[in-house]
Structure formats: structure tokens, C-alpha cells
DNA sequence: AGTGTAACCGGACCGTAGTCCACTTTATTC
DNA sequence: GAATAAAGTGGACTACGGTCCGGTTACACT
């Protein structure tokens, strides 16, 4: 088989079962609360086998990333290509701090759904990951620090790791607008002096 | 019953089957390798019920917890209490330094554990890893950092995690000197200026 | 020694992530 | 429209962490 005419080179009762499988996450979540999202129920609410769901997404954090994959898709579209301060047109400082916003808000989101799926090992080598991380890397780089940038970028992705900022708001109790101040502290770090 | 003899209020039969354990748990480690440790083996390996093993120790976490109990408390004497640079008597800034090779170099030997024993998340609330983050939080106050020491000692220590280490030894292949160099590298940033 | 009781013990049991493989469906080719 | 091969499917199965509870044992007090 040659496979030429398939949109994605996904059959058609593939492709309808990865919306099912998807919409039935994203329904217990919404209903029930990322706690209850198991790969048993999902599969049952799909009406679908659970050898299936693991073919379509790999993991339960592979199907964790396809949930997160819209908005995910939308944040690096605007720290890339959208208006300033997070996109390009800004001083690289504000767009720094604008990014540090960005990824704090969106962790009052989704920040449980954040933090499951950047457990295990394999989190930091994710594509979304490296991304961000490339992304400080330049806009470091821009700002005129110095050093080892690389490194810098790892640090201050840190920071923003969503089991760590719920850890700082939960157990912590740190209000927002401490966590974006810390933030704008770090990147203030980071400058050159 | 008072329980006024015993040594820690422990019973002699659960005190031998503590030891029992810890032993098992060891040498599955040491002769297969921390991802060989289940609590099923450890408890098969003791002669001892699963149901004691987890009355024993909570659950796997505080069972990598013990097993790195001895080291962690020579840790903790080390730049508590120890010779300079890493105890009292050098300057603040050298006894950070001090710390992040510390930490780094018990990574190169212990990383899988540390590792494991830092996932979940309640970890960051554990008292070893409180402990460290208010050392550090002391050693910036004393070294004239402004600002708030808190979420900067939890920036620093983010560093040190041993998820975080592995990722960049394993994966980056960053050598163990360019570590080193990136932490006196990130100290040096939350100096005053 | 005898006794009461709190602590301890073991292993059956449960929920969940992930694997496996015999069977079915789809799409292409002739 | 029949043959065919690749892709897809589902559910039984395994491994693991963790819970539960009826039976047992060590210890303090008499």
C-alpha cells in the first residue's frame, strides 16, 4: 500500500478515534479534574479499546501533550510570532519578563495538566521544552548577557516548571504577584551589569 | 502499655526487620541498579511481608529517603557544622561555591537515587530539601543578595536537582567542569553588584 | 509466670500504566 | 469487485505501588 491519498497517512477509523479518545479526555478533565484522567477511563468513555489509545498517543503524558498541544501551539505562536512585549518588536528585556508572565498565567490554567506531563525523566528533551528554552537562549543572547547561555536558558526554564510555581502558590501560599516579581528579579539578574 | 524501655519506642522484632529491609534495599541497588527496586523484591529479599515494608517506611520514596539517610546527614554536618569552605569560617560566597560542587559531585554518585527519591509532588516539601534551600537562603542574606532570598534559594536549588543534573550530564553530555563552572556562574549573578 | 494490649505482621487485594497479539478493517491495486 | 498487505483494534495480561485487616507477638505491669 502506498498510502498517498491519506491526509496525515492516518486511516479514517484512526483519525475518528483519536478525536473520540481526545474528546473523552478532555470531558473527564473538565468534569472531574485531572486526578480521575486514567487511561482505562478515557478508553471506556471513547467506547474504544485501550490497546488503541496507547497506539494513537504512546503514554498517558504523550496524551497529556496532545491535550495541551492547542493552547501549547497558541503560547509558542505569540512568544514567536505575536504582538510585543511577547513577541518580536520589543526591547528583549520586556520581552523576557513578558514571557515569564505568560507562562505564570498560563499555569493558573493549566497547571495541574502542566505539571503531569512534565513528569518522568524523558520531560526536559520534549520538544515544547527545548523550544522555550531555546527561545530565553536568544532573547539572553540578545539582551548582551554573557556566559554560558545554555545554561542560563535551563536555569530560568526552572522557575517557570509548573510543579514548582504550584508548589510556591499551594504549599507555599505565595500570591501571584509575588511569583511575577520574582521573575522580573531573575531576569534582572541575568543582565549584564 | 508505657513503652518507657525501648531505645526509640521501636519494637526488637520491627527493629530487626527495619535493618532487614534497609540491607535487601541496598543490594538489590547496589547489585542491579536503583531501576531493579521494587518494593516487591525488597520485601521478598528481607524474608518480610509487603505490609510491613510500607508500615516500615510509607511508601518507596521513604524508603530511598532512608537508604540515603547516612549520607544525607554527613551532608547536612558538612556544611552545617564541617570545615571551611563548605561548613563555618569561609566567606559566604566560597561556602556557595562550596555547596554546588558538593552537591554536584554526591549527584555523580548517588544521582539515580537522589533522583528518584525527588519525584512527586510533596518533594520540594521534604525537610532535607528545606533544609538546603534555607542554607542557601542564610548564605545569600550573608553575602549582602537583596531581594527575595527566598524564592532565591528556591532558584538555586532548582539548579542542583538531580533530575535536572542527569538530564545535562546524560543527555547534553555537559561535563561534570562545565557544571561546576555554570554554578559559580549563577552564584556570582545573585551577588550584589 | 500470667495477662492485657498496642504494635506488628503477612499476604490477599485493588487501581493504574503499559504490553502483547490474534483478529478486523481500510485502502490500494489489478 | 476481489485480492492483499498494512494499519488499526480490543481486551486479557503483567508489573508495580499502595491498602487493608484478621491473626500474632513482644512488652510492661502485676
Redo the contacts between chains.
Keep these: 500500500m502506498l498510502r498517498l491519498s491519506g491526509n496525515d497517512g492516518e486511516r479514517a477509523d484512526a483519525a475518528r478515534n483519536r478525536r473520540l479518545l481526545l474528546e473523552a479526555a478532555a470531558r473527564i478533565v473538565e468534569l472531574y479534574g485531572p486526578e480521575k484522567l486514567t487511561m482505562d477511563e478515557v478508553a471506556r468513555h471513547a467506547g474504544v479499546g485501550k490497546g488503541t489509545l496507547f497506539r494513537r498517543f504512546g503514554n498517558k503524558t504523550g496524551l497529556i501533550h496532545a491535550l495541551l498541544d492547542q493552547s501549547g501551539r497558541d503560547f509558542q505562536a505569540a512568544f514567536m510570532f505575536g504582538p510585543p512585549p511577547l513577541g518580536p518588536g520589543a526591547a528583549p528585556v520586556d520581552r523576557l519578563r513578558a514571557f515569564g508572565e505568560a507562562s505564570i498565567r498560563r499555569c493558573d490554567f493549566q497547571g495541574q495538566l502542566l ?1 503531569a506531563a512534565q ?1 518522568g ?1 524523558e520531560a ?2 520534549h520538544p515544547t521544552q527545548r523550544l522555550a528554552r531555546q527561545h530565553l537562549g536568544l532573547l539572553l543572547r540578545e539582551a548582551g548577557t554573557t ?2 547561555l ?3 536558558a ?2 530560568l526554564s ?2 517557570l ?1 509548573a ?2 510555581l ?3 502558590q499551594e ?2 501560599r505565595m500570591p501571584h504577584e ?2 511575577i ?2 521573575w522580573h ?2 531576569v534582572e ?2 543582565l549584564p ?1
Excluded: V
Aim: glycine share 10%.
Design positions: 505539571r513528569e525523566p526536559l528533551s556566559g554560558d545554555e545554561l542560563a535551563y536555569e526552572a522557575y516548571n510543579g514548582l504550584i508548589h510556591l504549599e507555599r509575588r511569583l516579581a520574582g528579579e531573575l539578574r541575568f551589569r
